[in-house]
């Protein structure tokens, strides 16, 4: 069964600093992994993938991930935050097996700071 | 681009009573999905579906929920009798195949008084 942490519930940063939001996650065979971003009141949009091939991603609005296997870890991050990065992340696994079915982390809130 | 649509976008039922959550997924899209996220919580695994019969469900999915896919376009989830604790955000999702990528819908909020 595969299961998802995300170490953090809220997390807060200044305008310009860097984002980084943990996730590591448990699967027993290879798995594919993905960051959604959830503002209020909205639907998931997806930030970034990795299934196979180079494991650092890039996605939208600047950020990227990296997938360390050894480490069993997904770990979000951006250069420089801005406003209009706060809402709610979500890290996510899913695998070819079980009907392909996503499992979520419990979210991160990532918090802005003039 | 294309996209998951999802109707109602709100609704509000009594308790007991039954509702059907419609979905369009993507046209070419081979698997489908319900979601359900209480408010200030995480997104929960529902079912899926592929093939025209559930490939798996959560402990959650009990005999009070069903889904069909009563056409070629439309994927609906039903409960039959509804509890307050239904009270959520449902999502539906589409794939094309394994390792693409996973399409959400914009969420049909429930709200059970």
């Known amino acids: 069964a595969q299961s998802v942490t995300q170490l953090g519930s809220h997390v807060s940063v200044s305008e310009g600093a860097l984002v980084l939001l943990r996730c590591n996650y448990s699967s027993s065979v290879p798995p594919y992994l993905f960051w959604y971003v959830q503002y209020p009141n909205q639907g998931l949009q997806l930030l970034l993938k990795y299934t196979t091939g180079a494991t650092l991603v890039k996605g939208i609005n600047g950020f990227e991930a990296e997938f360390k296997k050894s480490e069993t870890s997904f770990h979000l991050t951006k250069p420089s935050a801005h406003m209009s990065d706060a809402a709610e992340y979500f890290c996510?696994?899913?695998?070819?097996?079980?009907?392909?079915?996503?499992?979520f982390g419990a979210g991160t809130r990532l918090f802005v700071k003039a | 681009e294309p996209e998951v649509t999802q109707t109602p976008s709100h609704q509000v039922t009594q308790m007991g009573q039954e509702v059907i959550l419609r979905c369009v997924p993507i046209?070419?899209?081979?698997?489908f999905y319900w979601y359900r996220q209480i408010l200030g919580q995480k997104v929960e695994f529902l079912v899926s579906f592929y093939n025209n019969e559930i490939s798996e469900k959560s402990e959650i999915f009990d005999d009070q929920f069903s889904v069909e896919r009563p056409d070629g376009s439309n994927f609906t989830l039903k409960i039959r009798s509804t509890k307050l604790e239904d009270s959520a955000m449902y999502f539906c999702?589409?794939?094309?195949?394994?390792?693409?990528?996973?399409?959400f819908g914009p969420g049909t909020r429930l709200l059970v008084l």
């Open positions: 996510a696994v899913s695998t070819n097996t079980g009907g392909f079915k996503t499992i």
């Open positions: 999702a589409s794939v094309a195949a394994v390792g693409e990528t996973q399409y």
């Open positions: 046209s070419n899209h081979l698997y």
